[in-house]
């Protein structure tokens, strides 16, 4: 009797054990599975591309409306024969439409004027239409991103304020230089207060090119906005026009107007963040060789523009783990 207790005992002892591992394992497992519970709900929350295009109102558009300039050389130009458009602005739109999923003869432009840029109003053949996206020369500014219909992208070149006038003027170093004298620019232009804060009198146009005949005719003594705008009328004259550097030292940073879009906006920054980093991807550095570089030696020493893409902030998606694997990219 005392041996057949004993063994009871000892086999009690010996089940012991077993059953606190088996319910410290269980414990753990349950830890471990509200642990998972959370990250997947957190993971969840992340819009993936595909959320995003849904939310931006994309799925199902047969094309993507862009709203550039049509008036400015070697950003934003329309051939008056062939009716194509092309410019720096204009491969930054391919760049962004493709990303979004749409092939080049999906994307359309549309000639915008400045003073609706903020509203995303193009013209279609006499007829304003709304559009998707603005790329024309459109400085970010707080101001302008107060806007209710602006939501900018992260910036896609970087220039600055400059000044252009006929061959032969006086140098202007500093626009102080211009102080009682007539200087033409747009109407909407960022570049408007700093000639009138320096007491040259401003006369505002909707087009840049619309201050050429008057600068021309000696109705103007200058034309002032951002060097990678005048930088094409220059080149494209270098014997009737002169560049000049006034040592703006603050950039004029051109961002994508999404128009209020939030998701679009991700999009966009995607897209850039993607042609920045990606070693591979040279879309960016092409177009600026193709337009904007050839312009450099008629605008010397005034510089057309930082030949670097700008830092784009890394937008959160949510992607498989062997999708982030696969899509890792190498900042340069």
């Known amino acids: 009797m005392a041996d057949d207790e004993g063994d009871q005992a000892g086999q009690r002892k010996r089940r012991l054990p077993f059953s606190r591992t088996a319910r410290l394992t269980a414990w753990g497992l349950a830890v471990a599975l509200i642990i998972v519970a959370g990250l997947y709900l957190w993971w969840q929350r992340i819009p993936s591309v595909d959320d995003l295009k849904e939310e931006a109102g994309l799925k199902g558009k047969p094309e993507l409306l862009i709203g550039v300039m049509d008036d400015i050389p070697g950003v934003g130009y329309r051939d008056p024969v062939t009716g194509r458009f092309g410019g720096f602005d204009i491969d930054i739109g391919y760049l962004v439409g493709a990303s979004l999923g749409f092939r080049p003869s999906e994307v359309r432009f549309l000639p915008v004027e400045n003073e609706d840029r903020n509203r995303m109003r193009a013209q279609d053949h006499g007829h304003q239409v709304q559009v998707d996206l603005v790329i024309a020369t459109y400085s970010v500014t707080p101001e302008r991103e107060a806007e209710r219909s602006v939501s900018f992208s992260a910036p896609y070149l970087d220039t600055e304020q400059s000044v252009m006038t006929l061959k032969g003027h006086a140098p202007v170093q500093d626009l102080s ?144 783990p062997w999708e982030r694997l696969a899509g890792v990219i190498a900042p340069r």
């Not at 232009?189 to 700093?194: D, Q």
């Not at 591979?280 to 030949?307: F, G, T």
């Open 177 to 320: 230089d211009l102080a009682g004298k007539t200087v033409c620019t747009i109407s909407t232009s960022t570049s408007k207060y700093p000639a009138a804060d320096a007491g040259a009198k401003v006369a505002g146009k909707r087009k840049i090119s619309e201050c050429l005949p008057g600068l021309r005719s000696g109705e103007y003594d200058a034309v002032t906005t951002d060097a990678a705008i005048l930088a094409g009328f220059v080149a494209a004259e270098p014997a009737v026009f002169a560049h000049h550097d006034v040592g703006f030292s603050t950039p004029e940073s051109w961002g994508v107007n999404t128009g209020g879009n939030e998701a679009l906006r991700k999009l966009v920054n995607l897209a850039l963040y993607e042609s920045r980093n990606d070693p591979d991807d040279k879309r960016w550095e092409d177009a600026y060789d193709r337009y904007l570089r050839p312009e450099e030696a008629a605008s010397s020493p005034q510089p057309v523009a930082i030949d670097k893409q700008p830092e784009v902030p890394e937008v959160e998606v949510r992607q498989w």
